[in-house]
């Protein structure tokens, strides 16, 4: 009897750390896309960036995306439907900046309206590139660790913040080097979808398709 209670404080004391480093994972994930989210609304409307605006947005609500994530770490009751609930109001907000990037960029296509250079973007994307990965790689360890399949959702999203990086990067790049002034919108065209499919997912109330 002893013994099993020993196990049982010993899982208790294990869980409430990997709870406490998931929290931190997620105090990260709040902080950091605050502050890219300022960076890049503020550097792409100086510049005219649709892809720049559209992935500060994106940032802005993977915050709100997190934040919720952290109530859910500190909830020691699973409530599904208050987590569909979140799920649905964060699908909402993807589907109108969707659609908002996608309506931008084609009106900029059709206008010609050229972007100005902007460093601050490019650098702003090559440090989320780096950070990105390896902060999703962190989650989906403590995902693994709490049995968490919201965890193991938000490691996707990240991931995801991590390839709209590299597809920002790319616009912003071409109009620098080369300038492609249409390289903008197109990274932009490129984005909305990927942004549309977190919108739908998250309509739909799913987590993820892979976390078992």
């Not at 993977?62 to 208050?82: D, M, N």
């Not at 100005?116 to 995902?143: C, D, H, N, Y």
């Not at 080097?177 to 932009?188: I, N, S, T």
């Amino acid at each position: 009897m002893t013994d099993h209670n020993e196990c049982s404080s010993c899982s208790s004391a294990e869980r409430t750390k990997h709870l406490k480093q998931g929290r931190k994972l997620e105090y990260f994930t709040i902080g950091w896309n605050i502050v890219e989210a300022g960076v890049a609304i503020g550097a792409g409307w100086f510049a005219g960036s649709i892809a720049l605006v559209g992935f500060g947005v994106d940032s802005l609500i993977e915050s709100l995306s997190g934040s919720v994530l952290l109530w859910r770490l500190f909830s020691p009751v699973h409530e599904e439907s208050r987590e569909k609930i979140a799920l649905k109001l964060v699908g909402i907000s993807f589907l109108i900046l969707a659609a908002y990037v996608a309506f931008e960029a084609i009106k900029s296509l059709l206008t010609h309206e050229s972007p100005e250079t902007s460093f601050v973007g490019i650098g702003l994307a090559i440090v989320s590139l780096i950070i990105m990965p390896l902060l999703a790689r962190a989650k989906r360890q403590s995902a693994s660790n709490l049995e968490s399949r919201a965890m193991m959702a938000d490691s996707r999203q990240t991931d995801i913040c991590a390839y709209l990086s590299a597809i920002l990067l790319g616009g912003l790049a071409l109009n620098a080097l080369l300038g492609w002034w249409w390289a903008d919108p197109v990274a932009a065209l490129i984005m909305a979808p990927i942004i549309a499919r977190e919108g739908f997912e998250g309509l739909r109330g799913e987590v993820c398709e892979d976390c078992h």
